[in-house]
């Protein structure tokens, strides 16, 4: 059973295509909540969204189906999937967004879909194909569909971990796709030409200073006291971020 649909997209906060996607939806299934979990994703960057992705889902409800959109190669030969991984379902491209969630699962089916409406646009298959399958896995039914093998999935090779900023907040926080309990709070991040220490929240450093944290989804982030992390070291999505030890040796991530 499904209870409602996250919507998980680098559309943007502004434009139509949220709102394209919510009313497809509403006309197919209007019973179904759909909430805008995430729709500033960095754009074009599935290798980047695929980190995050896992730590947006840690701590919501069950029964919620994940359509996923960060879809660069949209109308070309690129697959679509259906992944139901420990009882959620998550549509999305198969260009690796999907990867580290197929990978952590305990329990794990991956379906490639054959279906495909009548009506598809070459560039919105957000509204026009994703949006359709959700509604019908969300009435109990499984669209024709293959499965595959998920060793056959794009981004089966991809590091566990990222050393590398995913996502950036409205505060200016800088997300990476390291996970928190991997770090010991010894370690140093360099990032942006400085090396940051760890504190536990924003309130034990001083004003203005940069530090790293476990944030709240279990992720590494780097932040800035009342500041923005991302101006302060002039990084974005895609930088590097390098990891010492106590005794600043380099620790390959």
């Not at 260009?95 to 560039?123: F, H, M, Y």
């Not at 039914?141 to 981004?155: F, N, R």
């Not at 997300?175 to 928190?180: A, E, K, Q």
Request: proline fraction near 6%; glycine fraction near 12%.
């Amino acid at each position: 059973m499904i209870d409602r649909i996250a919507l998980v997209t680098d559309f943007g906060t502004s434009g139509p295509y949220v709102g394209q996607v919510k009313l497809r939806l509403s006309g197919l299934i209007s019973h179904i909540p759909v909430i805008d979990l995430v729709s500033d994703l960095t754009a074009f960057r599935p290798d980047l969204a695929a980190y995050l992705l896992p730590a947006l889902v840690r701590d919501v409800p069950a029964r919620t189906l994940y359509l996923c959109v960060v879809d660069p190669g949209v109308g070309g030969d690129r697959a679509v999937l259906a992944v139901k991984a420990d009882g959620k379902w998550y549509i999305g491209p198969d260009n690796g967004l999907l990867a580290l969630i197929a990978r952590r699962a305990k329990e794990l089916q991956v379906l490639r879909l054959d279906w495909r409406p009548r009506e598809l646009s070459g560039s919105f298959h957000g509204r026009d194909l994703f949006a359709p399958v959700a509604a019908m896995l969300c009435d109990g039914k499984v669209p024709a569909s293959t499965e595959i093998d998920p060793g056959e999935m794009v981004g089966k090779d991809w590091s566990n971990e990222l050393s590398c900023l995913i996502y950036v907040d409205q505060y200016g926080n800088l997300m990476t796709g390291l996970r928190g309990p991997s770090l010991d709070p010894g370690a140093i991040l360099q990032a942006g030409g400085l090396d940051l220490g760890f504190a536990r929240t924003f309130c034990e450093v001083p004003c203005g200073q940069a530090f790293w944290y476990e944030n709240a989804f279990g992720l590494v982030e780097l932040a800035v006291n009342q500041g923005r992390a991302e101006s302060l070291l002039g990084l974005g999505p895609g930088d590097l971020v390098f990891v010492r030890d106590r005794g600043s040796r380099l620790i390959e991530r």
